[in-house]
């Protein structure tokens, strides 16, 4: 379970470090205190604070480098082109919320596919480092998320919607 932070329209997330395969991301805990995180089913890919995004992409990129780039899709700038391959090994990605909660994400919690011949990382950078970070619904849709309202908390279990 994750701590609800007080707010009257979102529910709150504690969130404070992304791991890529397996390896927690040098991110200075601030990028995400100070603006704080929510989650959100009504936006699509997770929005990041720009260090939080930065640090993301780059070992992510570093995790395919055996796979050919392809042009970025709207707010979308990491994507790949998987024309002719069979299989294709993703790095695992993981979020790291308050109490030690880590949230492993599944295929379409990593890569959204704009179009049917290339896929592309599902997460954004903000425009600028004090807006909120987002937890979005491709990030959501193989978990099942529990809110408790009253009891001002969040859960994440894996199997959710298949």
Excluded: H, W
């Amino acid at each position: 379970m994750s701590t609800v932070q007080d707010s009257t329209t979102f529910y709150g997330l504690d969130m404070i470090g992304i791991s890529v395969g397996g390896r927690k991301l040098e991110i200075p805990p601030a990028v995400f205190s100070t603006p704080g995180a929510i989650i959100d089913s009504g936006t699509v890919v997770s929005r990041l604070p720009p260090k939080a995004y930065a640090a993301l992409r780059s070992a992510f990129v570093a995790g395919m480098s055996q796979y050919p780039t392809a042009a970025g899709f709207l707010i979308l700038d990491t994507c790949f082109d998987f024309t002719g391959y069979e299989r294709v090994t993703l790095p695992r990605v993981s979020f790291t919320f308050s109490g030690g909660v880590v949230v492993d994400l599944g295929l379409p919690g990593i890569l959204y596919s704009p179009t049917t011949s290339y896929y592309c990382l599902a997460f954004a950078g903000n425009d600028d480092d004090g807006k909120a970070a987002i937890f979005g619904n491709l990030q959501q849709q193989t978990l099942e998320v529990v809110f408790d309202g009253a009891g001002g908390r969040v859960g994440f279990a894996p199997n959710g919607c298949q």
